[in-house]
């Protein structure tokens, strides 16, 4: 199984980045996706997740300023941010997972967002 993000980097504070992570060696559709970040000296936090049905869940912190999306025929979610902040800045992981069944991780990407 691999998760491969993509889409980090350094932004200005205000504007916007789009996180990508596509999946391969699980069955994309029946999996729940979902974007986590970690700061430095932070725990690792849910940012949003979606479900195989398209339902969506954000974080407080994010909710009207992130977008998750799915597109199954690509085997991919996205993550559209948009007005970020300074405190947004973390490394960003995607996750697929079965609940109770299983869980995935991908390799993180950095996203830096400068005040």
């Known amino acids: 199984v691999q998760l491969q993000a993509s889409g980090g980097g350094l932004v200005q504070a205000g504007g916007s980045l789009s996180l990508s992570c596509a999946a391969s060696g699980i069955i994309f559709s029946i999996n729940y996706m979902a974007w986590y970040r970690q700061a430095p000296g932070k725990q690792r936090e849910l940012v949003a997740e979606?479900?195989?049905?398209?339902?969506?869940n954000y974080a407080n912190s994010v909710k009207g300023r992130f977008t998750i999306s799915r597109d199954n025929a690509k085997n991919t979610v996205y993550l559209q941010m948009n007005s970020l902040k300074p405190e947004d800045t973390a490394v960003y992981y995607c996750k697929a997972f079965r609940p109770g069944r299983s869980v995935y991780w991908g390799q993180g990407t950095q996203v830096t967002v400068s005040s």
């Open positions: 979606i479900t195989t049905t398209g339902s969506t």
